[in-house]
């Protein structure tokens, strides 16, 4: 009798010591994992990247190449694109940036008054320095140090030439870009004109469009009926090829039309592949992030002064439907 | 370890392990306590730096309007208030957001930085310059709302798992906290069977034990298992025991000498009542038997005359006290004398030879041993017998002992008599003359000397009768 009762109260033990000690692993395993404090001050540089929009595959890219390459540098850097719960706006971001005395600053270049004065005068003042990314803005307007993307007048001549090839050489072109167009469509639109003034047979005409659906439809519709023969397609801003491509499909056969432009919008791979857009010119976005961060970095540790004032060029190619 | 420290020893393990569970239980609830609370002292702080901003920028508007040292102080503390907050602000640097705090701190230093250039140039009095640094300090205290609300959202996100798992953690606290229970409940079960076991089994064997002694059982001793007060009362228990088997044994062995000395004293009694009865008229009986003597020695009959002289001798010799011891020579003579008186009688028909050891004559024995034996003889040997027999007395030395043997050649005794004889307790015997019996000689024999081994008797149809007494020589009546 002895015997068996402490048999039995031996194996309770047993039984509940094993399942005690498994809840105590559970338990610890449970445990949160506060993150770590940091005292001192970071030694490392704080950089952070701006640009419109984080979504498009486009400058997704260029944070890649950004984050990559800060890894390999070992500075701080955060894209920003819009926080907290709304879409700030950009200036907004830029702003807080400089206030923040960041050690510097990758944007994306926006031929604003505001983004001038910005860039100009308040991070001159707090003495933040900016390189523009992916798109450009005049040196002395916003006294960046230099630029990395790729040389859009070079761009638009690719371009220009391209379709003026598969015009023979004659005919009229329509070049779409914004009603006051950008810095950056002025330098596409000097590298395009510049190209096909030399082909005396082509008519380069330019058509101006607003943002909005409604307007981009209406202004290819009228630009449609007032040059019913042309059929080449120059956009110089990549955000519009949806709408346009639309509206001509809603008209007549896209096929016969030669409509080429940019990469930066995400239609515009879909639509290459749909061989709607005939061709677009690839830029190389990683390595804008990539290049950009490093010449920053160099800048800000002294290795590279002064950067050069004309721009860091990144690669371009023409990709067309079909290839 | 006695029962008492047991006791002690459980008691104290109980407590131990309650103390220990409300000491573990309250610090892990402190535990806790301190994780949520500062997981909520961040977002708090947070918080009062937009309030500090904004107050920083509200005194400072003041101080435009109002340049006055009393005001100049306000926005002092204002500013020292701001700078307090950013120090605490300072602490909650992780390296997950090592980055966005410290933007955000430096926006703190901006917002300072531009709250103080506003009020040198207020001092200069340059408007334009006032009125654009001001809308700078603006600017920058708004940013800083907008920032607090972003890293407030991201902490929460951080924080948001973090409290998942510690409402996870509690709950498999609370699950330790019961299997912890069980384990605990099964081990105080174990601790207090085997501690009650401890106190009940020596009790048992106790009381197994004191049932032995109360069945008679003395002998077996008593142990305990254990070695507390139980063993103690096992270790007196077993003394008195022993105490009881000594005076047991004592009292068996006086007993057994009562028993024997009553015995004797039985045998003694019937001895002398035999005697007793014949002595009724001892006096009468002796001077008839003289005057008889006398007479027929008178009448000439000379024979006759020693004869009743050998009577008288052999009456006063048995009116003797039986349990006197006589030396053998006087033994021996009353054998001449009975002898005497037989030969009388039988005549032809008896034959007595005598061979005696003359150094054997002084030894001591119980008077009347010898003499009831020769009448056996007689009786069972010679009268039987039509032609009769003979009868040899012999007294040797052998060994240590001195032998008395009386043979007769008569018909034997049959072995289930011998039996009777040597060991049977019968009284009837009828027929002697004495009337003492052989088994009161063999008795009286046996007392005497202290042993059972002094009568033999051989004997068969051809050989006759023997029987033996034996009389160890260093025996002191």
Known sequence: MRKKVTVVLSLLIAFFAVFTAISVWRVIQAAPNFPEPVTGTIDQLRIVLITENQTTDFWKQVERGALEEAERQGVLVEAWAGFGTEDQDFNGNLETAIYSKVDGILVQGQDTEAFKELTKIKAAFYGVPIITIGEDVPAEDSLRKTYVGSNQKEAGGLLAERVAEKLDYEGEVIIVGDEEPSYMQRQRLEGVEESLQEFSQITPIYQGMGDTREEIMQATMERMNQSPAA?????????????????????????????????????????????????????????????????LVEWIRGETVPLDSEGYETPIFIEEAGS | MTIQNKIWGLVSLAVLIMGGIWIALMYSNQQSQEQYSSILSRYLQMNEVTTASQSLVTELNEYIRFPVPAQEEKLAREEQQLREIQEQVRQFRTEDNQLDMTNYLLMMDSLIEASNRTLSFVKQSEADAVTQEFNEANRIAAALESRTLYILDQELRTYNQIYRDLIQQSKELERLGLWLLGLITAIVLLVAYRFSLSITKPVHELTRAANEVAKGNFTTPIHSSSNDEIAFL?????????????????????ARLENELQENQLLLKESQLKSLQSQINPHFLFNTLNTLSKKAYLDGAEETSDLLVSVAGLLRYSLKKVDQSVTLKEEVTVIDQYIAIQTARFADRLTFHKEIDPTCMQVQLPSLTLQPIVENAMIHGIERLVDGGTIVLRVFKQHDAVIAEVKDDGPGISEIDIEHLLHQEVRQETGHSTSIGFQNVRKRLQLFYGTQDVMTIESSPATGTTVRIRIPLEVTP
């Open chain 1, 231 to 295: 059929t080449a397609w120059i956009l110089l801003d990549s955000d519009v090829a949806y709408f346009v491509t639309q509206e001509i499909s809603r008209r007549t056969q896209v096929a016969p039309y030669l409509i080429y432009s940019f990469d930066e919008a995400p239609e515009a791979r879909t639509l290459l592949q749909a061989k709607v857009m005939d061709g677009v010119i690839r830029q190389r976005p990683r390595e804008m992030g990539e290049t950009g961060l490093r010449l």
């Open chain 2, 234 to 254: 096992a270790k007196t228990f077993d003394t008195m025991r022993e105490n009881i088997n000594e005076l047991f044994q004592d009292t068996q062995e006086k």
